[in-house]
């Protein structure tokens, strides 16, 4: 069963203890995606997705941007240079991190309603 | 005494004499040799001195500094010009002469018929002397206007050699002051005469056909740009270095916006961009570097990836998902899932891959802007 809300960005912020690295919008996200291959996910993730990695390189914006990815978590508490950041959301991609791992935050994601 | 003089004087002084020569060369020139003061421009001056009849190859001259504004472009373009063409583009051929029998009063009438103001002399086909309006003013003075040319003529002929350089030409009416110089081919037969007037003219008829030809390429060019915005053609040519992992995704960024400018559905843009970017990254992360170009027109967008080696070894084994030769960088970035030329395939309506070991690799895929089917 789909909670509705809880497939609202600011609401899974808690459920995985999440920070907020640029301004979040109240968006529905359409699923999620975990992948530390950029073409994998080029290749397989769907457009308004939440996408988990632990990559903070410039080329996850630049990927994130094609698919239309709507946000971006980074695990294990990484966190991408200021300038990916600014260039994150100038392109309109929200980016997040989680001091947990990628197993664990795919776990409390799952439990909090995002399918 | 010349080991006393510090070798920068000697320089100076050289330099000083150089100018004051090329000063007094150039200073009655129509078109001014502005900042061609380099040493192969100036070649034609040394020789001058020896009075070799073998002209140096005269280059192009560089501009440096040219007078004015708007004026840089025309005056390298003469000066082009005056070390493109030679003395025989520009001489009168064949020329108005006379022979050693006839009389001054003939000389005469023949300039005031053919407007000219000097005649070379024949005997025998050969060159001998030349008679200038001086002298038949001198003539019609001393009265002996109606004696033969033999006596009177001037045997002391500077010529010029109809394969010299315009700029040779100009430097040598300034060094002998002279209104006109017989002109000899390679056999020493005269083939024509040359003045300041032929010199000008030669350049404005030249000038005049340079423009022409200017501005008929400029129309083939603004043609083909109307041809092009007609067809709603725009071209994006990326040169991609080896190894530049910040600048990924930057091509097909630019791409992706003409495209969605253009109103193209979501998912055939997203193809199109992924094989912009997969074609994008393989040339970073494999190649030695390379270039994409991007056309996008009505009907489609075409991407072709061209590097410069090394090639990939087996195409056919690349093809295929989770083969990579991804360097550890690579991977550390996310790269080398082995996924990108599959990636391509998948997304591409055409595809075609060309590779040879040593040569470098040939890429080309496109991807039809209407379809509607969707393939990721």
């Given at each position: 069963?789909?909670l509705k809300s809880?497939?609202?960005?600011p ?7 999440a920070?907020?690295?640029t301004?979040?919008a ?8 975990i992948?530390?291959l ?13 996408w ?9 914006v630049?990927?994130a941007?094609?698919k ?12 991408p ?6 260039e ?6 929200m980016?997040?991190t989680t ?5 664990e ?11 | 005494?010349?080991a006393a003089?510090?070798?920068e004087?000697k320089?100076v ?21 502005t ?6 421009a100036?070649?034609p001056e040394g020789?001058?001195k020896?009075g ?12 440096e500094k040219a ?7 025309q ?5 082009m010009?005056v070390?493109e ?12 002469t ?6 001054l ?9 053919h ?5 070379p ?8 002397g030349?008679?200038?309006?001086e ?22 002929i ?6 010299f ?7 040598e009416f300034?060094?002998?002051?002279y ?7 390679a056999?020493?037969?005269l ?9 000008t ?8 056909r ?8 400029e ?8 041809a092009?915005e ?9 040169d991609?270095?080896?190894g530049?992992f910040?600048?990924?995704g ?7 916006e ?5 109103g193209?559905a ?7 961009a992924i094989?912009?970017?997969e074609?994008?990254?393989n ?11 991007t ?14 080696g ?7 084994l ?7 030769t991804?360097?550890?960088l690579?991977?550390?970035l996310g790269f ?9 395939k998948r997304?591409?309506?055409?595809f ?16 039809f ?8």
């Open positions: 069963m789909k809880a497939t609202k960005l609401a899974l912020l808690t459920a995985v203890e920070r907020p690295l301004d979040l109240e968006v529905e996200l359409s699923g999620c995606y992948s530390d950029l073409s994998d996910v080029l290749a397989n993730a769907q457009p308004g997705v939440l988990v990695t632990i990559h903070v390189h410039r080329n996850v630049s990927v941007s094609m239309d990815i709507t946000a971006v978590l980074f695990t294990c508490g990484r966190k240079e200021a300038a990916i950041i600014a994150a959301a100038e392109k309109g991609i980016l997040l001091p947990m791992t990628t197993y935050a795919a776990g409390k994601l799952w439990k909090a309603g995002l399918r | 005494m010349s003089v510090p070798v004087k320089r002084a050289a330099k000083a004499e150089q100018n004051a020569n090329g000063h007094k060369r150039f200073k009655s020139m129509p078109v001014r040799l900042g061609t003061a380099r040493k192969p100036i070649a020789t001058l020896a070799a009849a073998e002209e140096p190859a005269a280059p192009a001259p560089a501009i007078p004015g504004m708007g004026e840089k472009r005056v390298s373009f003469v000066q010009l070390f063409l030679r003395v025989r583009d520009a001489m009168t051929s064949p020329p108005i006379a022979t050693t029998t006839d009389s009063r003939s000389i005469q009438h023949l300039m005031k018929a407007r000219i103001s000097g005649v002399i024949l005997a025998n086909d050969v060159l001998v030349i008679v200038s309006i002298d038949i003013i001198n003539a019609l003075d001393g009265g002996h206007i109606n004696e033969s040319v033999e006596q009177w003529m001037c045997r002391k500077v010529t010029l050699r109809d394969h350089s315009l700029v040779r030409a100009v430097a300034d060094r002998h002051g209104g006109r110089f017989p002109v000899l081919d056999n020493n037969r083939v024509g005469v040359i003045t300041r007037g032929d010199i003219v030669c350049l404005m008829h030249h000038l005049e340079r423009a022409e030809e200017a501005v008929a390429k129309a083939t060019l603004v043609a083909t740009r109307a092009d007609k067809a709603h053609r725009i071209v994006i040519n990326t991609v270095k080896s530049d910040e600048s990924a930057k091509l097909s960024q630019r791409m992706r003409v495209l969605r400018a253009r193209v979501p998912e055939i843009l997203r193809r199109a094989i912009a970017y074609a994008e990254t040339i970073i992360i494999h190649s030695l570097g390379g270039r994409i170009t056309a996008i027109d009505a009907i489609k967008v075409r991407i072709k990836a061209v590097d410069s090394p090639g990939i070894e087996n195409t056919d690349a093809m295929q998902e989770g083969w990579s991804a360097g550890p690579a991977r550390e080398g899932a082995g996924m990108g030329l599959p990636n391509i997304c591409a309506d055409e075609t891959i060309q590779s040879e070991l040593g040569r470098g690799t040939r890429l080309q895929a496109a991807v802007l209407q379809k509607a089917d969707t393939r990721l």
